[in-house]
């Protein structure tokens, strides 16, 4: 089922972990909702780029977040967010390029070697993070550094 021209429901479910550990990671109807948001917010996102964009993580489970170590208030979990990336650009560059562009997100996180972009519930708050990964795991630090 596609959700946009170039993003499918199955595209923004898929997850190799959850094939491997069987974890059902089938969206409500609610969250197929969100999904669609997310998928007409990743065309604007390809439009901008002019390139394809690839998904590695969109809809998580509840049970398939905490195999994967998310954030227990991930917006994975309601099909809110995507992590993406492209052939076109670097994950930093084509972070720094989404922050300037008139595309409303709730958040962005540079991840290293990929872009977190997110959706809300209510109001967008245009927060621009990166992840930083240690030994006491994930910090953010404000704005793309």
């Known amino acids: 089922m596609n959700l946009t021209p170039h993003f499918s429901l199955a595209e923004l479910v898929a997850s190799q972990v959850a094939i491997r550990s069987n974890i059902d990671n089938t969206p409500g109807p609610a ?37 994967v170590g998310g954030a227990a208030s991930s917006a994975h979990v309601l099909g809110l967010a995507a992590d993406i990336s492209t052939n076109r650009l670097g994950p930093k560059a084509l972070a720094l390029l ?48």
């Open 31 to 67: 969250v197929v909702a969100n999904l669609k948001r997310v998928a007409e917010l990743l065309e604007q996102v390809r439009a901008l780029v002019g390139a394809p964009i690839t998904v590695s993580s969109g809809y998580r489970s509840p049970a398939l977040n905490r195999a």
């Open 98 to 145: 989404i922050r300037q562009s008139g595309i409303v997100f709730d958040q962005l996180i540079y991840e290293g070697t990929w872009v977190h972009i997110a959706l809300s519930t209510g109001a967008p708050r245009r927060q621009v993070l990166t992840a930083k990964f240690g030994g006491a795991g994930v910090s953010y630090l404000a704005g793309i550094v």
